[in-house]
């Protein structure tokens, strides 16, 4: 295939660590000839020319099944050419500054500042300083008011794009929600855009900006004024009069129907998870109160049966792969999860393919279904009560019964199970010391009914292996606790101490999440537009690659956010429900009503029924589709039949 | 006993039979830097792309029965090279070579594929001897002077730590061309499991002893061009080696 020779010489290559991060040639990577003659013949090209860009090493972004989708709905389009571009890493950053070579695509080794668009994936905030060296790696300004005429759109979508209220500053275009129908329209206004300027009449960019503001889900970040006050909290203005005073996310309706890569790219080098995805719906029936995707993905939307079955067939063919996970956010709340599982081993028969499947509720099925699937017993069983007791778990809303656990973990030992993994959060809402050690008492009564287990059935048992993980509440918007205070570091540090304690046994091994990162976390899901002097002097000082922790410098952080005159308690404090907060214009469908309501029902203790019991009338329905229909239409038909 | 010889054997006893491919590949392009578990990986992607039936170990983790006969290391580029891949039944060799040429990354290339009777001496035990063409300014009057060395103490890294070792018994001849391009050469040594040149280990010794300069050296690019069995000079390339069977007594 033609493209640019590589920007990086053999040897420059040899010196980095995995150099098939940087030189791309992966199967089913997409290069359109045609725009390639385009530019050889003329120089330049009628094709919107998108980078997809994704913040963090190659192994993590070719994993992400939100750049699969994308690249293969963008690159479907006739006048679409959509290439990836990730992070490089530390040794390669300085190689490319040393060397000054640009941040380049993987498909055609097209510098990133020659794009029309860049498009980022933000999965998780502590990737944001990467966006920034990114920029920084293609010569692109920072800020989105320092960018030209001849500078790329800088766009981004995500699940922490729904409070992008840090990096707002830093991006032209934000889009919200599902983005398979969005960014299509999006890229058509930018080509009409590119067009104009070979006319007499060329669009400016402020023009396009105004332009996007009118596709449902886009929120342009500079069209707003934003002001703070401690007692009213953020306050974002409109600077027009048509501009959008609230943004709404945008969803897709049919899943069966919206294009599904079932030819995804397929890395050459081994990447974090090895193996291809099948995406069975979208939302969570459940509610979960901490939990900021099972509210923002809502309503649940499932795909058929039929469908899913044909997707895994292709994907297997596809990608040759050996493994196939179900991604979902609790996935086996498919309602035909027995049916589709079934099948797809069915088809995998005989092909040495292995079903991942999530933490399953388990009955006797699904640990039948365990039985054939490797991978579990490879990894052991999980479970995530997240509380020690029930009082704090109908606090959070998890639906996990402790006989429910202990009767599943009765059927697994018995069937050979030995590794068990528990997961748990510290500093909920309302949590008491009592809750703490009861984590540590539930793991010594699980090792209690091991030994029980053995003991009456005479089987040989193996060495028990229990892990107890924790890791620390963050309060996140759009979820009913996004007025919650995060508990102070000391006060975390108690509790951990105070757990670790109360686990004496060696069978029970106790492993816990990082501090200082869970603290910057809730700087960055609750911060606002004050953060973003803050993020480009410390990604200027050489902060980025936070996301992992032996490059994370917390320390170094506290001192750029205090020299803006900013501190960590600005963002984990507890808001006042009265108090406007940075991200209240945008909406999710799910109502700031509801979410106060679910707040005030954690605290008497009362939980919410999942959609599928009883629809608690988040405000989703709205969107007029799934689950939320489903049971209305259901209850419709009896009603009608009786 | 080991547990990728207790595989084995259960595969061998579970299957008869095993019908081997016996495939010369080429490689180039970004797959050049993919390291040798990569590039396992990529083969083993490709045939299951190509639903080809591949023979898999038996045991808890089956993997499929592919052998190289000598790992390519990270930015070497490779003219001839060799794997047997094992499949569950007979199969044309050309459409076999066919098929997975549809189904590799573009870079790799199966040149050829030849059927064989499942050997019993495994392809990697065969090669004893490679040859390698270097192409960076000068190297040719570099490498020459290296031959005439009697030693070339480099230092290598094994298991984290440095260790100095003697590549000069290694080389064995420089091929000679009519044309005497300076710029191009092409090398022949010992290769395997026990003896094995490393093309890196040879450039860094044009570094030390023989003048080259050190960036040139770096972008030297390098391509294995053959790999045989049998005590140089009376070397045959590993494609026209016989087959010992298992039925063969
Ligand atoms: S509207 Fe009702 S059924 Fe739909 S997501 Fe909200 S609570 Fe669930």
Redesign the pocket.
């Known amino acids: 295939m033609r493209q640019n020779p590589l920007p990086l010489s053999r040897a420059d290559l040899m010196k980095v660590e995995s150099p098939a991060r940087y030189v791309g040639g992966e199967v089913n990577a997409v290069v359109k000839e045609e725009m390639l003659e385009e530019l050889e013949k003329t120089g330049r090209t009628s094709f919107l020319r998108f980078a997809f860009c994704f913040p963090d090493i190659y192994e993590i972004g070719m994993s992400n099944l939100a750049l699969q989708i994308l690249y293969h709905v963008m690159n479907e389009d006739p006048h679409i050419a959509c290439e990836r571009a990730f992070s490089p890493w530390l040794d390669m950053d300085a190689l490319m500054r040393e060397k000054n070579v640009k941040l380049y695509s993987l498909e055609t080794k097209t510098p990133l500042d020659q794009f029309d668009v860049l498009g980022f994936t933000l999965g998780y905030e502590m990737c944001y300083t990467n966006v920034l060296q990114m920029l920084d790696l293609s010569g692109i300004p920072f800020y989105s008011k320092n960018r030209g005429e001849n500078d790329p759109i800088i766009c981004c979508g995500g699940p922490v794009a729904y409070n992008i209220e840090p990096m707002a500053d830093f991006f032209d275009i934000v889009m919200m929600g599902e983005g398979e129908e969005m960014i299509l329209e999006f890229c058509e206004k930018v080509r009409e855009y590119k067009l104009s300027k070979e006319t007499d009449h060329p669009m400016t960019r402020a023009e396009l900006l105004r332009a996007c503001d009118e596709i449902e889900g886009i929120y342009v970040p500079s069209l707003y004024e934003c002001s703070y006050n401690h007692e009213i909290g953020a306050h974002l203005r409109p600077k027009y009069e048509d501009v959008k005073t609230m943004i709404k996310k945008r969803i897709i309706k049919d899943l069966d129907k919206v294009t599904y890569p079932t030819d995804p790219v397929v890395s050459n080098m081994r990447v974090v998870h090895d193996r291809t995805y099948l995406e069975v719906f979208r939302g969570c029936?459940r509610g979960c109160r901490f939990c900021q995707a099972g509210f923002v993905y809502?309503?649940v939307r499932e795909k058929s049966v039929d469908v899913l079955c044909e997707q895994g067939r292709q994907l297997e063919k596809n990608t040759g792969y050996d493994e196939m996970g179900l991604l979902s956010l609790s996935t086996s709340d498919y309602t035909k999860f027995p049916e589709l599982a079934e099948n797809l081993l069915e088809t995998f028969e005989g092909h040495h393919t292995s079903l991942s499947l999530p933490s399953l509720r388990l009955d006797s099925f699904s640990l039948d279904l365990m039985e054939k699937v490797q991978s579990t017993r490879k990894s052991g069983l999980t479970f995530a009560p997240e509380a020690g007791t029930q009082r704090l778990r109908d606090v959070i809303n998890k639906n996990i019964r402790e006989e429910d656990i202990f009767s599943s973990l009765r059927l697994a030992f018995q069937g050979g199970w030995s590794t068990v993994k528990l997961y748990f959060m510290l500093g909920l809402p309302t949590e008491t010391d009592e809750d703490v050690i009861a984590i540590a008492d539930l793991a010594s009564r699980i090792e209690k009914l091991y030994f029980d287990v053995g003991r009456e059935t005479g089987q040989r048992m193996r060495r028990l292996d229990i892990t107890v993980s924790t890791s620390l509440f963050i309060p996140k918007p759009f979820t009913p606790f996004q007025w919650e205070k995060q508990d102070s570091k000391e006060e975390l540090i108690r509790k951990q101490k105070l757990l670790k304690d109360h686990i004496r046994s060696r069978n029970i091994h106790y492993a816990w999440h990082d501090f200082d990162s869970s603290v910057w976390e809730v700087v960055l899901a609750r911060g606002d537009r004050r953060l973003a002097p803050v993020l480009l002097e410390g990604y200027q000082k050489g902060l980025f690659y936070d996301a992992w922790d032996d490059h994370f410098k917390f320390n170094q952080w506290l001192e750029v956010l205090t020299s803006h005159g900013l501190s960590v308690d600005d963002f984990a404090r507890a808001f006042s429900e009265e108090e406007t907060l940075p991200w209240d214009h945008v909406s999710v469908g799910v109502t700031k009503k509801f979410l106060l309501s679910e707040r005030h029902h954690a605290y008497k203790e009362e939980t919410t029924a999942s959609?599928r019991e009883n629809?608690?009338?988040?405000?989703?329905?709205c969107f007029g589709v799934g689950?939320?229909f489903a049971n209305r239409d259901a209850m419709a038909k009896e009603g009608g039949e009786s | 006993m080991l547990q990728s010889e207790l595989e084995k054997k259960m595969t061998t006893q579970a299957h008869q039979t095993a019908y081997v491919q016996r495939c010369r590949f080429a490689r180039e392009g970004a797959t050049t830097y993919l390291g040798h578990l990569d590039l396992m990986t990529v083969f083993e992607r490709a045939a299951r792309r190509a639903e080809l039936p591949i023979l898999y170990s038996q045991g808890y983790n089956p993997r499929p029965m592919m052998v190289f006969a000598l790992p390519l290391g990270v930015g070497i580029e490779s003219t001839c090279d060799y794997l047997d891949i094992s499949l569950e039944c007979p199969y044309d060799a050309g459409d076999f070579a066919k098929e997975m040429n549809a189904a590799l990354p573009e870079g790799l290339r199966i040149l050829s594929a030849k059927s064989i009777p499942e050997p019993k001496d495994s392809i990697m035990s065969l090669v004893t001897t490679a040859s390698y063409r270097f192409e960076a300014k000068g190297i040719r009057p570099a490498l020459l002077k290296a031959m005439e060395k009697d030693a070339l103490i480099v230092t290598k890294m094994a298991k984290g730590k440095a260790k100095d070792t003697d590549i000069r018994p290694l080389l064995l001849a420089v091929k000679s061309e009519q044309d005497e391009d300076a710029d191009v050469v092409e090398i022949i040594t010992l290769a395997g499991s026990a003896n094995n040149a490393r093309p890196d280990l040879i450039l860094q010794s044009l570094k030390q002893y023989c003048g080259l300069d050190a960036e040139i050296a770096e972008n030297a690019r390098v391509v294995r061009t053959g790999l045989y069995a049998g005590n140089y000079p009376d070397t045959t390339p590993i494609e026209d080696c016989p087959v010992r069977s298992w039925s063969d007594s």
């Open positions: 029936i809502r309503p959609c629809c608690a009338g988040c405000g989703v329905a689950e939320c």
